[in-house]
């Protein structure tokens, strides 16, 4: 069992930046992948990036590389979203999830956070 709390949220101007956070209690950490999906009012929860459990392995669609970067510490049961460059388009909550298994497989994410809110308005 995995708990997982997002921060980090908030409203942020067009280019600007957010780093969100997600603190994992539970146990083993390291056993798990960890990604960070995002839903917008009205849309279908989209797929942001996600990181391996040794945390050498990142994935992003075209849309989001460059732009937002995914790590981990597994020493502080951390991960972190950073966002860069951002627009008004990824106004969205965002969830971090993690998954037993592979960090490319978006449906085996079986443990969800609560979700942050970001806003992008000027």
């Known amino acids: 069992q995995v708990q997982l709390v997002e921060s980090g949220g908030g409203l942020v101007q067009p280019g600007g930046s957010l780093r969100l956070s997600c603190v994992a209690s539970?146990?083993?950490?390291?056993?798990?992948?960890f990604g960070w999906f995002r839903q917008a009012p009205g849309k279908e929860r989209e797929f942001v990036t996600a990181?391996?459990?040794?945390?050498?392995?990142?994935v992003y669609p075209d849309s989001m590389k460059g732009r937002f970067t995914i790590s981990r510490d597994n020493a502080k049961n951390t991960v972190d979203l950073q966002m860069n460059s951002l627009m008004p388009e990824d106004t969205a909550v965002y969830y971090c999830a993690a998954s037993p298994g592979s960090y490319l497989i978006t449906n085996a994410y079986t443990y969800w956070g609560q979700g942050t809110q970001v806003t992008v308005s000027s």
């Open positions: 990181i391996d459990q040794s945390g050498t392995s990142t």
């Open positions: 539970g146990r083993s950490f390291s056993n798990y992948a």
